[in-house]
């Protein structure tokens, strides 16, 4: 393993923490030895490897694992954290997938199935629309009838209506779908999407990497090869994506390890990924609904340990939506600079339980940064700072 594993494209993870913040003010304290030699690591800016991540997830001093992700956090944003004014779209819930671990998809005759017509999809779009929005966040179902030329026609309609708006849209497993079904590579498909008009992916469907788990809760999806293989195309074409991992089901620790490791892998190879997301996961309404929720320490411990192992990813965000907003406030003390945006509509969650409101308001993201002792950045989706005065957005490039 090398010693030193910093990637010059992102904040210095060995510079000085600014002043005030963890290191400067608190000891490192732990009664957990096997945290020692971690945090020597940590202050050298040295990698961890799967050991280390091991011990992490399985101390229960959370306050140490955190102070460590804290100084990770400090030293490459200080006390930046970014939030942006999104609106999720999800044209169609039809889905021919049936993973045990959603409850959003929907079979084409069911109850509760919809479509978007594009027309119907642009409106969708406009709704949302005066809060100046800079991002629209589009993902759905595998529908079995659309023809790819529906997307393609998605995209190229919003980015004519709204030039000025990012189209974050299709994770790898609606790409891969729609390769199949347009009978194209996984390359021509992505790059006739980034011609109709996307902009970037999104990080969903990667769920847990491994097979033993991917068969229980999605076995229909593309496997955990083909998501990073689909990650890596889009990456080498110019298209920048997000990642996630779905936690609190019946993967374990190992699990979360190898998912990371994976990710981390791909990110020195490419370097396209923005931003990791863990998602926690909702049992209700899934036919995994016996499963417990996940529970505060979890949440916070896999911010944590995401912030650590995942060194050369830029942000690492805490989706409000699904951790609750009390507990992704809290968790930009232990890695976190970003809480996502103020997500006009929301569904795929709620379907699945989530008893956060569908949308935050931009003032009531900044309060609750401020109230953590942290700086709030409007960002938009390529974290570029975003200004607004009572006229006008402007993005600083
Ligand atoms: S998780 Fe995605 S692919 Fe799986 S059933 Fe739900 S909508 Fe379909």
């Known amino acids: 393993m090398s010693a030193t594993r910093l990637n010059p494209t992102l904040p210095d993870q060995t ?7 963890a290191a400067e003010l608190h000891a490192f304290q732990t009664d957990d030895s096997r945290l020692r030699p971690i945090h020597e690591k940590v202050l050298a800016g040295q990698r961890l490897d799967a050991a280390d991540a091991l011990a992490l997830y399985r101390s229960g001093d959370i306050l140490a694992v955190g102070w460590m992700a804290n100084l990770v956090r400090e030293r490459m944003h200080g006390d930046k954290t970014f939030f942006n004014v999104n609106r999720h779209i999800n044209p169609t819930n039809v889905c021919v997938a049936a993973c045990r ?98 902009d970037s992916l999104p990080g969903g469907g990667a769920e847990i990497f491994a097979d033993r788990v ?53 990110q020195d190879e490419t370097g396209g990924f923005q931003t990791f997301i863990p998602l926690a996961f909702h049992p209700d309404n899934t036919p995994l609904q016996h499963l ?26 805490s989706y409000w939506q699904m951790m609750t907003a009390k507990i992704a406030q809290i968790s930009l003390r232990f890695g976190a600079d970003d809480m996502d945006g103020t997500v006009i509509e929301e569904k795929i969650y709620h379907d699945a339980g989530a008893t956060t409101p569908q949308g935050m308001r931009r003032e009531e993201l900044e309060r609750l ?11 938009d989706t390529l974290y570029r700072p975003v200004t607004r005065t009572e006229t006008s957005v402007t993005v600083t490039v």
């Open 15 to 21: 510079a000085k923490p600014p002043a005030g913040g």
């Open 214 to 266: 991917r068969h229980i809760i999605c076995d229909h999806k593309i496997d955990g090869d083909q998501w990073l293989e689909t990650a890596r195309l889009a990456h080498q074409i110019g298209l920048k994506s997000n990642a996630t991992m779905l936690y609190g089901h019946v993967e374990n620790d190992e699990d979360r390890v190898d998912h990371l490791l994976k990710l981390r892998a791909l």
């Open 292 to 317: 417990p929720k996940t529970t505060g320490m979890l949440d916070i411990k896999q911010i944590a340990v995401s912030r650590l192992v995942l060194d050369n990813f830029p942000h690492i965000k």
């Open 101 to 198: 671990l959603c409850a959003f998809g929907r079979k084409k005759d069911s109850p509760g199935a919809y479509t978007m017509a594009l027309e119907e999809a642009f409106e969708t779009a406009a709704s949302g629309y005066s809060e100046a929005v800079t991002e629209f966040h589009i993902v759905g179902g595998l529908h079995p009838d659309l023809p790819f030329q529906y997307f393609l026609d998605l995209c190229a309609g919003l980015k004519q209506r709204f030039p000025q708006v990012h189209l974050k849209a299709f994770t790898m497993v609606e790409v891969a779908y729609l390769s199949r079904r347009a009978k194209l590579s996984i390359r021509e498909t992505l790059e006739q999407l980034k011609a109709s008009g996307v």
């Open 369 to 379: 940064i401020r109230a953590a002792g942290r700086q709030p950045v409007e960002r």
